[in-house]
Protein backbone atom coordinates (compact mmCIF):
# COMPACT_ATOMS: atom_id res chain seq x y z
CA UNK A 1 0.00 0.00 0.00
CA UNK A 2 2.87 2.29 0.32
CA UNK A 3 3.22 3.02 -3.70
CA UNK A 4 -0.66 3.85 -3.29
CA UNK A 5 -0.01 6.04 -0.49
CA UNK A 6 3.50 8.06 -2.26
CA UNK A 7 1.05 8.45 -5.00
CA UNK A 8 -1.01 10.85 -3.12
CA UNK A 9 0.40 14.88 -3.15
CA UNK A 10 0.64 16.84 0.04
CA UNK A 11 -0.19 19.92 -0.27
CA UNK A 12 0.40 22.08 2.79
CA UNK A 13 -1.13 25.00 4.04
CA UNK A 14 -4.70 23.94 1.26
CA UNK A 15 -7.21 25.38 1.83
CA UNK A 16 -5.91 27.26 5.20
CA UNK A 17 -2.53 27.26 6.42
CA UNK A 18 -2.47 24.26 9.11
CA UNK A 19 -4.17 21.77 6.82
CA UNK A 20 -1.96 19.62 5.12
CA UNK A 21 -3.80 18.31 2.00
CA UNK A 22 -4.21 14.99 0.69
CA UNK A 23 -4.01 15.36 -3.39
CA UNK A 24 -5.51 12.63 -5.09
CA UNK A 25 -5.06 13.92 -8.67
CA UNK A 26 -1.74 12.24 -8.54
CA UNK A 27 -2.84 8.90 -7.16
CA UNK A 28 -5.96 9.22 -10.30
CA UNK A 29 -3.61 10.45 -12.89
CA UNK A 30 -1.22 7.44 -12.69
CA UNK A 31 -3.12 4.73 -14.94
CA UNK A 32 -1.41 1.65 -12.72
CA UNK A 33 -1.91 3.44 -9.42
CA UNK A 34 -5.87 4.29 -10.40
CA UNK A 35 -6.26 0.38 -11.95
CA UNK A 36 -4.92 -1.16 -8.21
CA UNK A 37 -6.54 1.16 -5.90
CA UNK A 38 -10.04 0.52 -7.83
CA UNK A 39 -9.17 -3.31 -8.15
CA UNK A 40 -8.37 -3.42 -4.46
CA UNK A 41 -11.52 -1.54 -2.99
CA UNK A 42 -14.12 -3.59 -5.38
CA UNK A 43 -12.66 -6.78 -4.89
CA UNK A 44 -14.21 -6.53 -1.04
CA UNK A 45 -17.54 -6.44 -2.64
CA UNK A 46 -17.63 -8.67 -5.50
CA UNK A 47 -20.52 -11.50 -4.40
CA UNK A 48 -22.11 -8.98 -1.79
CA UNK A 49 -24.88 -8.17 -4.07
CA UNK A 50 -24.46 -4.39 -4.27
CA UNK A 51 -27.50 -3.02 -5.76
CA UNK A 52 -25.85 0.78 -5.85
CA UNK A 53 -22.89 2.62 -5.70
CA UNK A 54 -23.62 6.04 -3.50
CA UNK A 55 -20.90 8.97 -5.09
CA UNK A 56 -20.37 11.67 -2.45
CA UNK A 57 -19.73 14.92 -4.18
CA UNK A 58 -17.57 15.84 -6.00
CA UNK A 59 -14.43 13.46 -6.04
CA UNK A 60 -16.56 10.48 -4.38
CA UNK A 61 -18.16 10.69 -8.03
CA UNK A 62 -15.01 9.65 -9.28
CA UNK A 63 -14.31 6.70 -6.96
CA UNK A 64 -17.76 5.92 -6.52
CA UNK A 65 -18.33 5.29 -10.87
CA UNK A 66 -15.33 3.47 -11.14
CA UNK A 67 -16.36 1.20 -8.48
CA UNK A 68 -19.86 0.87 -10.40
CA UNK A 69 -18.50 0.08 -13.41
CA UNK A 70 -16.10 -2.59 -11.66
CA UNK A 71 -19.75 -4.24 -9.72
CA UNK A 72 -21.89 -3.88 -13.06
CA UNK A 73 -23.86 -1.62 -10.58
CA UNK A 74 -25.43 1.69 -11.17
CA UNK A 75 -23.97 5.34 -9.06
CA UNK A 76 -26.29 7.18 -6.97
CA UNK A 77 -25.26 11.12 -7.39
CA UNK A 78 -24.96 12.50 -3.05
CA UNK A 79 -25.02 16.91 -4.10
CA UNK A 80 -25.35 20.02 -3.03
CA UNK A 81 -28.36 21.59 -3.42
CA UNK A 82 -29.86 22.80 -6.48
CA UNK A 83 -27.64 20.55 -8.66
CA UNK A 84 -29.97 17.43 -9.24
CA UNK A 85 -32.57 18.11 -12.09
CA UNK A 86 -35.38 15.64 -10.54
CA UNK A 87 -37.13 15.76 -7.15
CA UNK A 88 -34.79 15.35 -4.19
CA UNK A 89 -34.49 15.09 -0.43
CA UNK A 90 -32.27 16.64 1.58
CA UNK A 91 -30.44 16.39 4.77
CA UNK A 92 -28.24 18.99 6.78
CA UNK A 93 -25.91 18.75 9.23
CA UNK A 94 -23.45 20.53 11.41
CA UNK A 95 -20.08 22.06 10.18
CA UNK A 96 -16.95 22.50 12.40
CA UNK A 97 -18.69 26.70 11.46
CA UNK A 98 -21.73 26.41 10.67
CA UNK A 99 -24.08 24.11 8.61
CA UNK A 100 -24.29 22.29 5.32
CA UNK A 101 -27.00 20.33 2.99
CA UNK A 102 -26.54 17.34 0.63
CA UNK A 103 -29.53 15.97 -1.55
CA UNK A 104 -30.36 13.16 -3.39
CA UNK A 105 -33.03 12.05 -5.91
CA UNK A 106 -36.73 11.23 -4.30
CA UNK A 107 -36.78 7.90 -6.27
CA UNK A 108 -32.73 6.67 -5.76
CA UNK A 109 -33.19 3.80 -3.80
CA UNK A 110 -36.40 0.77 -3.05
CA UNK A 111 -36.39 -0.32 0.31
CA UNK A 112 -33.81 -3.34 0.80
CA UNK A 113 -31.25 -1.95 -1.77
CA UNK A 114 -27.97 -2.97 -0.29
CA UNK A 115 -25.56 0.16 -0.97
CA UNK A 116 -21.73 1.01 -0.86
CA UNK A 117 -21.57 5.13 0.14
CA UNK A 118 -17.66 5.69 -1.78
CA UNK A 119 -15.89 9.22 -1.26
CA UNK A 120 -12.61 9.57 -1.42
CA UNK A 121 -11.45 10.81 1.99
CA UNK A 122 -12.79 10.13 5.59
CA UNK A 123 -12.06 12.78 7.53
CA UNK A 124 -14.50 14.11 10.36
CA UNK A 125 -17.54 12.26 8.72
CA UNK A 126 -20.06 14.87 9.26
CA UNK A 127 -20.47 14.65 5.29
CA UNK A 128 -21.19 10.68 4.65
CA UNK A 129 -22.96 10.25 8.24
CA UNK A 130 -25.39 13.30 6.49
CA UNK A 131 -25.28 10.78 3.45
CA UNK A 132 -25.82 7.43 4.93
CA UNK A 133 -28.86 8.62 7.06
CA UNK A 134 -30.35 9.73 3.50
CA UNK A 135 -29.86 6.29 2.31
CA UNK A 136 -31.20 4.89 5.54
CA UNK A 137 -34.25 7.30 4.58
CA UNK A 138 -35.06 5.64 1.87
CA UNK A 139 -34.96 1.77 3.70
CA UNK A 140 -31.83 0.93 1.98
CA UNK A 141 -29.11 -0.74 3.53
CA UNK A 142 -25.48 1.07 3.54
CA UNK A 143 -23.07 -1.87 3.40
CA UNK A 144 -20.01 -0.21 3.87
CA UNK A 145 -18.71 3.31 3.76
CA UNK A 146 -15.76 2.75 1.34
CA UNK A 147 -13.05 5.22 1.31
CA UNK A 148 -9.46 5.62 -1.05
CA UNK A 149 -8.12 6.99 2.31
CA UNK A 150 -8.88 7.78 6.29
CA UNK A 151 -7.44 10.60 8.69
CA UNK A 152 -7.16 8.52 11.62
CA UNK A 153 -6.76 11.15 13.61
CA UNK A 154 -9.60 13.43 12.89
CA UNK A 155 -11.70 10.13 14.44
CA UNK A 156 -14.56 10.62 11.35
CA UNK A 157 -15.54 6.67 11.76
CA UNK A 158 -16.95 7.45 15.10
CA UNK A 159 -19.90 9.07 13.45
CA UNK A 160 -20.37 6.18 10.96
CA UNK A 161 -22.27 2.71 11.80
CA UNK A 162 -19.96 0.48 13.44
CA UNK A 163 -18.09 -1.93 11.72
CA UNK A 164 -19.50 -0.23 8.44
CA UNK A 165 -16.32 1.78 7.16
CA UNK A 166 -13.75 0.76 4.66
CA UNK A 167 -10.44 2.83 4.25
CA UNK A 168 -7.94 1.57 1.56
CA UNK A 169 -5.24 4.00 2.92
CA UNK A 170 -4.81 5.36 6.64
CA UNK A 171 -2.74 8.37 7.31
Known amino acids: MEDLKNAIRDIPDFPKKGIVFKDITTLLADAKSFHRMVDLIAHRYIGQHIDQIVGVEARGFILGA ?9 ITLVRKPGKLPYRTVQKSYDLEYGTDTLEIHADAF ?62
Open 66 to 74: ALAYKLGTG
Open 110 to 171: KPGDRVVVADDLLATGGTVAAVVDLVQQFGAEVVECAFLAELEFLSGRKKLPEGKVFSLLKF
